[in-house]
Nanobody
């Protein structure tokens, strides 16, 4: 089994930064690509960014140039560096692992407000 645990969320003012972390444990050899998704109240869960096992990245248009996804394979951790945060970035952020199936973390709340 695979377990994903996110951390790093919180309350930040517009223009501020946060770094989210997602630590994978268990049968991590089953994970290839990983990604970050978010879900705002009343909205569907949406892609934020993904990173392949080879390090290729993909971003949702609204976060390009502001967010950076990275992974540290030695620490079994994926990061999401979020800069220039906007109120519309407010959501619960989820980590996803892809292999022969999908695994999800429990989510971490990010609130951008003055």
């Amino acid at each position: 089994q695979v377990r994903l645990v996110e951390s790093g969320g919180g309350l930040v003012q517009p223009g501020g930064s946060l770094r989210l972390s997602c630590v994978a444990s268990g049968s991590i050899f089953r994970i290839s690509a990983m990604g970050w998704y978010r879900q705002a109240p009343g909205k569907e869960r949406e892609l934020v960014a993904t990173i392949s096992s080879a390090g290729s990245t993909n971003y949702e248009d609204s976060v390009k140039g502001r967010f950076t996804i990275s992974r540290d394979n030695a620490k079994n951790t994926v990061y999401l560096q979020m800069n220039s945060l906007k109120p519309e970035d407010t959501a619960v952020y989820y980590c996803k692992g892809e292999g022969y199936r999908l695994w999800w973390g429990q989510g971490t709340q990010v609130t951008v407000s003055s």
